[in-house]
């Protein structure tokens, strides 16, 4: 079966997420940085790495990231990323 999850973020350059499907949209949610993924219960379980960027912030590696959205939080702006894989 196939739902939409949410995952929250943190403000830190690069993490990693295990998901089971594609990264939809990133977003703020009471004051977090979110993305929203699909979920397929019959799909393996992939670890996607994220990258949160802030604006004026050094960007590495950008031809191997895929964008996902730009998020506004307080006074600040978050691009998020993911690698291609995903």
Do not use: C
């Amino acid at each position: 079966m196939k739902t939409i999850y949410k995952y929250q973020l943190d403000a830190s350059e690069s993490q990693v997420l295990k998901l089971r499907g594609k990264i939809l949209s990133a977003g703020v949610q009471d004051g977090n940085i979110m993305v929203w993924a699909v979920y397929d219960d019959s799909a393996p379980e992939i670890p996607v790495a994220i990258q949160v960027m802030g604006t004026g912030h050094d960007f590495v590696n950008a031809s191997e990231r895929d964008f996902i959205g730009t998020v506004f939080l307080s006074r600040f702006v978050f691009h998020v990323f993911a690698s291609p894989n995903w």
